[in-house]
């Protein structure tokens, strides 16, 4: 078994609109109230992004929070990079499946 080195927890505090990952959802914000005194977490407001709790809203001191990621690009540079399937091949391998499934 080989170790992955642990990402790093971002340095900056996120801003409303952004995305983020926190207890192992992804999360929008909402508001971030920062701290009146040095040295203590912001308090962000959250709405959940994910199908299965899509709307419900978390607050959190987001310095506290362990797995904590502010998501950024989400990989759509690398499939901008990488581009899409013609729509031939989308459509072959449909007709592919569909024959496949009538077969049984």
Do not use: K
Not at 48 to 53: E, M, P, T, V
């Amino acid at each position: 078994m080989s170790a992955t080195a642990p990402e790093t927890l971002p340095e900056r505090t996120p801003q409303p609109g952004e995305l983020v990952q926190v207890r192992s959802r992804r999360w929008l914000v909402e508001e971030t109230v920062e701290s009146l005194n040095p040295g203590e977490s912001a308090r962000i407001t959250l709405a959940c992004a994910d199908d299965d709790n899509q709307g419900q809203t978390l607050t959190v001191f987001w310095d506290y929070e362990l797995d904590r990621r502010i998501l950024e690009d989400e990989g759509f540079d690398r499939l901008a990079t990488r581009g899409f399937d013609s729509a031939r091949q989308v459509v072959y391998d449909f007709m592919e499946d569909f024959a496949d499934a009538t077969e049984r």
